[in-house]
């Protein structure tokens, strides 16, 4: 791998999980090096840099006036939602290839204008959808892949916590669906492969919830190929928890496959039994084919950086992932009207 110098903005919590990546993966930490830290906060910068060893590091609040200082080759942007416009497209003015936290973008004209400033500077602009590299959505790829429960008719997603986490997502709008759905919806779209054509959705903020908008949602998505895929959420279900990577059941033409979103998975096709039903036979549930698709951000990162070395794109490269942007936008504006939307409208092929 090529080595590439690269300024980290944004040095908040989500950073450590960023820099954390880069320290345990031996590719990574031998071929890129953090030669800058930008914070608002200066003080949260400085303490980042030392946390992490990073005493080397130029340490600013001004992201320009660090990319002229430093002449990184890449941008990592772990700022918040609110701020992602303005750091990308200084770092595209830069010359920089860009790597976001997601969403990539406050509203969908913004994430066409980001968009467009990429492609014309000619430079990668990707998201960290680090839940898609993970063992069980890969594993779940493979097995819709094989054809072993046949054509995938419906995928089910069950996501409840109640997570406190104090800060921006308190007072965020539509905190579930633009904060955490997200993950889900990206990563139905990866499992299935199929697109989205249309959503219906309702917003709530249960009685109780600590946020002040939009903690729980449930949406229905009208997917290619006569598909469905539902979603039931929220953030603010206290009591017996569902993994953070949601409860999962995809159903096919021949059976189905059931994962917990930890540890546990149950593939079952029709059996053999006269009469009414005819109960179920299980499958073995096949393993990921590439391990090193399945490490988190670290998968991520090295996607982004074989891309830049091999001028190819990464898995999820800005173009591809306005369309997992497009179903929390389209869900959002289904909950706002009441109505369903019709993605292709949001901009489900920008």
């Given at each position: 791998m090529t080595g590439y110098?690269?300024?980290?903005?944004?040095?908040?919590?989500?950073?450590?999980?960023w820099l954390r990546a880069l320290a345990g993966n031996p590719l990574l930490k031998s071929s890129i090096e953090?030669?800058?830290?930008?914070?608002?906060?200066?003080?949260?910068?400085?303490?980042?840099?030392?946390?992490?060893?990073?005493?080397?590091?130029?340490?600013?609040?001004?992201?320009?006036?660090?990319?002229?200082?430093?002449?990184p080759q890449l941008v990592f942007d772990v700022v918040i939602p609110a701020a992602r416009r303005a750091v990308v497209s200084a770092a595209l003015a830069h010359g920089c290839h860009v790597l976001s936290e997601k969403p990539m973008a406050t509203s969908l004209d913004e994430a066409r204008d980001l968009l467009d400033l990429a492609r014309k500077a000619g430079r990668i602009h990707a998201v960290v959808?680090?839940?898609?590299?993970?063992s069980g959505v890969r594993r779940m790829k493979r097995l819709v892949e094989s054809g072993a429960i046949g054509d995938l008719t419906a995928v089910h997603c069950d996501f409840f916590l109640a997570p406190h986490f104090g800060g921006?997502?308190?007072?965020?709008?539509?905190?579930?669906?633009?904060?955490?759905?997200?993950?889900?919806?990206?990563?139905?779209?990866?499992?299935?492969?199929?697109?989205?054509?249309?959503?219906?959705c309702v917003e709530?903020?249960?009685?109780?919830?600590?946020?002040?908008?939009?903690?729980?949602?449930?949406?229905?998505?009208?997917?290619?190929?006569?598909?469905?895929?539902?979603y039931r959420g929220s953030w603010c279900a206290e009591g017996r928890r569902t993994s953070w990577e949601s409860e999962w059941r995809l159903v096919g033409a021949n059976g189905m496959l059931t994962w917990d979103g930890e540890d546990t998975f149950e593939v079952t096709v029709s059996?053999?039994?006269?009469?009414?039903?005819?109960?179920?036979?299980?499958?073995?549930?096949p393993e990921a084919s590439n391990?090193?698709?399945?490490?988190?951000?670290?998968?991520?990162?090295?996607?982004?950086?074989h891309a830049i070395d091999t001028g190819s794109e990464p898995e999820t490269i800005g173009h591809d992932n306005i369309k997992s942007l497009s179903m929390v936008f389209g869900a959002i504006e289904s909950a706002r009207t009441g109505l369903a939307v019709d993605l292709s409208a949001q901009g489900q092929n920008p």
């Open positions: 110098k690269a300024v980290l903005c944004g040095c908040g919590a989500m950073a450590k999980g953090i030669v800058g830290l930008v914070d608002l906060d200066r003080g949260t910068a400085e303490a980042l840099a030392q946390e992490f060893g990073l005493t080397d590091a130029a340490v600013g609040m001004n992201l320009p006036a660090m990319l002229e200082a430093t002449r959808q680090n839940r898609r590299f993970i921006f997502r308190d007072e965020m709008q539509n905190v579930l669906l633009l904060d955490m759905a997200i993950h889900t919806f990206d990563a139905a779209r990866f499992v299935s492969g199929k697109v989205p054509l249309s959503v219906y709530t903020n249960p009685a109780g919830s600590w946020y002040a908008h939009g903690a729980a949602a449930n949406a229905i998505f009208k997917l290619s190929d006569d598909a469905v895929f539902t059996g053999h039994e006269p009469g009414l039903l005819h109960g179920a036979r299980s499958l073995p549930m391990e090193a698709e399945t490490q988190g951000h670290a998968s991520v990162l090295l996607d982004f950086i």
